[in-house]
């Protein structure tokens, strides 16, 4: 019923931007090109039974019907500019309103993805006020291990939220692929040469995953961070817990932040798998 009734508004619209059945412009009958503007002053008022006067009169008659046409043409393209932004309006809400309801027939909330954007900078500033105040975020960075000091790791890399936020989402991605039994059997069975057996790809994403491993478990384990009371904590756990309640599964990265305890033993159970991808490929922490 919403996309009919928003399809016939957009119809209606279009049609108002049509002129009127047999609208034309065209100059009035026998007359030809309107006279210069100020004609009629320049002339002066016509002299009675002149013919000079007679001229000028219908001259000035004749700039009077172009004038009253041309501001007629303005006014309608006035209006028909009006009707086009209506139009233009109707068919962007139309658009929206059409991409929520087939989201929402896929299981995704109506506006998830607006609220997806609102819970990811708010997540962010709170990563921020945890991580980055300045002797924090001096500390965290001084003795991280950057692996191959490229992206986020880099030697320039300046921000402690930063590298959480970064490391969180290669961990989430390359997790399934790194803990697999057949990628873990691989991996210690055949130590330096593995690497020359992995398909395109998996060395990339296997050593993103180590990194990602070994940054977290520096920073969350870092003394400036476990020395922190659970009052600063309260902010961003109470957003995460939103963002669940809410199914905005593009959130679901910062999702082990909620329980950094639980995080990190589930760090310290995984790290013979860091441990064996360094061992494999050549990497050093």
């Known amino acids: 019923m919403l ?22 412009v065209a100059p009035p009958a026998g007359t030809t090109m309107p006279p210069p503007a100020g004609i ?6 016509p002299r009675a039974g002149s013919s000079g006067g007679r001229v000028a009169g219908a ?19 006035t209006d028909a500019a009006a009707t086009a932004d209506a139009r233009s309006r109707v068919l962007a809400t139309a658009g929206f309103l059409d991409e929520q309801l087939a989201g929402l027939g896929r299981g995704t909330p109506v506006l998830g993805a607006r609220l997806s ?28 291990p950057r692996g191959r000091r490229i992206g986020y790791l880099c030697p320039e890399a300046n921000s402690a939220a930063k590298v959480v936020a ?42 993103s995953f180590a990194e990602a491993h070994d940054a977290l478990s520096h920073l969350l384990a870092h003394p400036a961070v476990t020395c922190m009371p659970p009052k600063d904590w309260a902010p961003l756990r109470a957003l995460l817990t939103r963002a669940k309640a809410a199914r905005c599964d ?13 995080f990190l033993e589930e760090l310290r159970q995984s790290a013979h798998v860091a441990a064996a991808i360094r061992a494999a490929v050549g990497c050093e922490r």
């Open 3 to 24: 996309r009919r009734a928003l399809a016939m508004a957009a119809e209606e619209a279009t049609a108002a931007l049509a002129p009127p059945a047999g609208f034309t």
């Open 40 to 45: 009629c002053a320049a002339v002066g008022p």
């Open 59 to 77: 001259r000035c008659g004749a700039g009077a019907r172009y004038e009253s046409a041309a501001e007629g043409i303005r006014t309608g393209v």
């Open 117 to 144: 954007e609102l819970l990811r900078c708010l997540l962010r500033q709170q990563l921020r006020l945890i991580f980055e105040p300045d002797h924090r975020n001096d500390a965290l960075l001084a003795s991280i």
């Open 166 to 207: 970064l490391a969180l989402y290669d961990y989430s991605a390359h997790k399934s692929l790194a803990t697999h039994p057949a990628m873990m059997t691989l991996l210690t069975a055949h130590r330096r040469g593995s690497s020359s057996r992995l398909v395109a790809g998996e060395r990339e994403a296997l050593l």
């Open 250 to 262: 593009d959130e679901a990265l910062y999702f082990p932040l909620a329980d950094v305890p639980r």
